[in-house]
């Protein structure tokens, strides 16, 4: 795979493809970052722009981790203390996870979000940009929750982090996109550059195939769960035949498969009695998702398999978090 096609994989918009065609023509040494709002346990929403991360690691970026405690003290997460709290429990998580601790810098937006010059330029971008378009900006992340002034300043700090870590590539989940096309806009009226930005798909709700998974709701995959909760909810799943059904919904266990399982193993095996047709091994997302239209493998099987695989890649995180808590 080129640098180009791994920087790229499964992202569901790149924002431009010149300027990321760019950056994959020399990425030794570039800055790219994604931002989370600590929350204390990662869940499958968090691990797929991880997965993104480990890849622009193996391409040779340099990758920033930008742990939000100013933004989740404006979101109400709780006070700085605890919000540090549950932050380096994150940082621990992904460690856990893959990112290679000695390549990944984790910063705290309370490191440079409140300095004057920060201040300054956030005070500028709210002389500039009116309160609709802020909202309109923080929509897909504000949910149904009622706009306090805090979620208007939220997307403009954002705006301001490209610049203020030195970024050459923003990442997000598509539900930040409003966020990056404000920095687009908002930046060269500073004099800061404009970055391109990467957007990795929302996987559908895991039990209708609708929407997107949330953890809000308990129908996520943290890791918090257990093998045995692992199996229970990719059980339970939504899993037609197909990777297009009638109307909106999704497959979400063929994009487990396509976001999680296939960028972190080689191989796939799904292991099944010599009565059934013995074991079937895919070296691609695509073998497998052709298998299960056609009939070749069932959704029971492609389901215990999913869960095996997930079970893995949570599993020290899993540990993480026990000897975190004990």
Known sequence: MDTYDLITRNAEEVVTDEEVR?????????????????????????????NKLIDLQEAG???VVLLADVHAYLNGKGTFEEIRDTAEQMKAQFVAYGLDEAETEFVYGSEFQLDEEYTLDLHELELSTT???????????????????????YPLM?????????????VGGLDQRKVHMLAREKLPELDYEVRPALHTPI???????????????????????????VEEKVNS??????????????????????????????????????????DLTYESYEALAADLESGELHPADAKSTL??????LIAPGREKLRELRA
Not at 144 to 149: I, L, N, Q, R, S
Not at 205 to 223: N, R
Not at 307 to 312: G, N, Q, R, V, Y
């Open 22 to 50: 760019d950056l994959a023509s020399e990425p030794e040494g570039k800055r790219v970052y994604v931002g989370y709002e600590p929350s204390g346990v990662l869940h499958l929403g968090h691990l797929l722009t991880a």
């Open 61 to 63: 970026m340099e990758v």
């Open 131 to 153: 309160m609709n378009r802020a909202q309109r900006a923080m929509a897909e992340i504000q949910g149904d929750e009622t706009a306090k002034v805090s979620h208007l300043v």
């Open 158 to 170: 954002q705006t301001l982090d490209i610049e203020y870590l030195d970024l050459d590539l923003a």
């Open 203 to 229: 996987v559908a709700d895991l039990t209708t195939g609708e929407g997107k998974m949330s953890s809000s709701e308990g129908v996520t995959i943290s890791m918090e769960d257990s093998t045995e909760d």
């Open 237 to 278: 799943a939504f899993c037609p035949p197909t990777r297009d059904p009638e109307g909106d919904l999704e497959n979400p266990v063929l994009e487990l498969f396509e976001y999680h399982v296939f960028p972190r193993f080689e191989t796939v095996t799904v292991e099944r009695p010599e009565k059934y047709g013995g």
């Open 307 to 312: 869960a095996a695989c997930l079970d893995e």
